[in-house]
């Protein structure tokens, strides 16, 4: 009898199969289990103990290793700041004694449970435990489940009551998969769970292992393993994995996948994870009750937020919240919107053998779109009928690898988070990922140098890294006033990975002696941080000047971030290295950070336009739980409008052109430009968007350029000043590119070279500058560098090379003839140090060496000046073996 066998039984297998190797052993002793265990066939009362993530007979615990520490702490009376409660909440850590088993928190508790527990087994059944667990995730309190906890405790041993806690935690790591587990317990277990999501069901309806199942079909009310994609390097590899194929290519949208289960006016949002998300009920069953024309029906999609003032789907992360937004009512430009971009189930039949382009039909016959709520993704039709002209596609029918590439990129470029390309002969099958659904991603995008960011705290690792420090929690700097350092760090985003082992100990080794733990309400002031436990590093850097900066490389996207306390965090954050070279202070600020984010965001770019009525502020700052984000400007002052309101018009030789300037030379300030353009009928943007149509710039450096380079040409912006100068709009010849694109650059091959130097148009002097400036010179340089030093290492020619030399030559009260005399002289010194391959400079500032000349005119003591300037002079020709 399976409930009345004893919880020990199940223990001891659990303990021999996590020590045994050889798969073959495990799934041998567990076929033993059931059949002396479960003589009476009622398998479900332990299967589920055995794969407690797939039970979904019973409701979520709510007890997270945090607060299943504070939990067993009352449960077993301990004070809370006494050594074992301590250990508990610190499991990550462990102490002196817990050492090889921080990380573990059922480990950590099993030693703190052993002193109280003893060794003799409670003698509890499967079935009083299965009760016990009823009541533990049913009761609503903590309080009610500390006393289900202290009745475990009571009922059971140490041992026990670890594998108690890793059963609550839905984790055994038994080392052997749960495909194994299906196998061995029935041939035809996964396929049917993969089509019901429903454990009891499998464990009661194979009963018998030797009597086959006949193939299940799906059915409307139980949710089905979704059908996966497999991910492939780039578009010519999907292409070849399809050949011959006929292809679909459909836009990879960011939000929640969930089936749609409709059954008349009953409706499920199953999850991934076959989680029934009934928080979607509010703002959608109506919806799609209306909307989808039959009685029975099971789509599947992605849930999104649809923004109606922007026109377009908000960043990933909202759903919770505007579905709980819709649940009290409350009035929102954010709305749940439904993506369908398949359909499994219809009328009264299973529709996943078809092919995809008969299940497109088929969605598009079953589902009346309503633009922004609920849509549809087909080839032709659906949502891609209201995009505007222009914009990518949101899926096409791809002909060759090409088209796949191109859309790969406009869809990256439009902020989408990838695509999938599918083949269209393709059934839908549960739980698939054998290749009929390819997943393109961008790679992370290399920040390089831009994004530095200082380590501002470190968390516990937990398993392999349980007890050091195996994350960090980083920070951008507050900008600094001019010439000093930053005072102040603002948390960005916490990450773990991308190093090795060896790089992450050696972080930590040199980090240790400044990590220091503070309380939880006052952390470090000179940190900029929220209350949100997401961000609460286990220990903080308590001196910034003493940190490393970490070059971080993220996902492309940035999200709005509440629990950190920059305005954005990075998703999906990796350390690219670790930056020993830089200081700490030369972590990148927040405000440039806001700069590169804003740049390459579509989604914070609307409104900036000069020009427009519309708001002038980018993207909303969300506000922190405890407001300390309050006190920062949501616009850096660099990105606040320029006032352009007294400009006077002048000429409109800038009319219909929107400027965006990616930087300014020293010498102009960005407001400069900007009158500059609104005088002369021009408009500006703070951001790079799509109404952009003039990318101006001084330099070709930073993160602004590199996201301006995607987009297209860079100009110069000494065409803005040249143009105003001559009141007329110059024609943009070559010399004014700091940046082609490769669309221009193929129209213009026929006039160009590689340096963009045109075949036929007359350069003048500047024109040649301007042209050598943008070329590239590092590697020249270095082979003349190579060749001089080769041929010529102490030759008379190249004597002064690498020196800049000024000649003071100006001298108070010098009658005029002398001073006549000086200049000739100091003439002939220019000449001898031009010869020697050095520069004359009149810029004191950049002087590698300074020569004053002198005339025994008006003051003898010239007379000494002269003698020590000569000897000077000599010392030096002399070092450089000329004398
Ligand atoms: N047009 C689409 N077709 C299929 N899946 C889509 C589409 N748009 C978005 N998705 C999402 O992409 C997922 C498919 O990728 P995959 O199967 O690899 O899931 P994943 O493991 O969650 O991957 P990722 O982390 O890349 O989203 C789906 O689960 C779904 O949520």
Redo the contacts with the bound molecule.
Sequence with gaps: MTELTKFSVLCSLFTWTQRTKAPAKKRAKFRKFLDNFCTDRNYFPAIRLILPNLDRERGSYGLKESVLATSLIDALGMAKDSHDALRLVNWRKGGAKTGANAGNFALVAAEVLQLRQGTASGGLTIKELNDLLDQLSSSENRGEKTLVLSTLIQKTNALEMKWIIMIILKDLKLGISERSIFHEFHPDAEDLFNVTCDLKLVCEKLRDRNQRHKRQDIEVGKAVR?Q??K?VANAADAWKKLHGKEVVA????????IQIHKNGTEIHFFS?NFIDHSEYAHGMSEIIIQNILVDRCILDG?MLVWDTSLNRFAEFGSNQEIAKAARDGLESNRQLCYVA?DILYFGDTSVIHQTLKERHEILRKVVKPLKGRFEI?LPNGGINNHRSSGEPCW?FIAHNAEEVERFFKETIENRE??I?V?DLSSKWEPSD?SGK?L?L?PDYVHAGSDLDVLIIGGYYGSGRHGGEVAQFLVGLAERPSPNTHPKRFISLCRVGTGLSDDELEAVVTKLKPYFRKYPKTSPPSFYQVTNHSKERPDVWVDSPEKSIILSVTSDIRTIESEAFAAPYSLRFPRIDRVRYDKDWHECLDVQSFIELVQSGNGTTQRNTEYGSNKDSKPKRMKSSTRGEKKNMSTVPSHLSQTDVSSVTGGSLMFSNMMFYFVNVPPSHSLESFHKLVAENGGTFSMNLNNAVTHCVAADSKGFKFEAAKRRGDIIHYTWVLDCCAQKKLIPLHLKYFLFLSELTKKKLQEDIDEFSDSYYLDLDLGDIKQLLSNINRSEDVSTVDHYRKKYCPKDKWSIFNGCSIYFRTTMPSLKEDWQILLELSSKRFKVEVLMGGGKVTSNLNSATHVVALFLPSCHTNYEDEIQISLQLRENFLEERGCI
Aim: hydrophobic share 30%; charged share 50%; with cysteine.
């Design positions: 979704p996966l994609a991910r459909e836009c990879k949208f960011d939000g929640d996948r991934r992605e971009f993704l899926s988070e990838g999938v599918k990922r659904w997943k991603k």
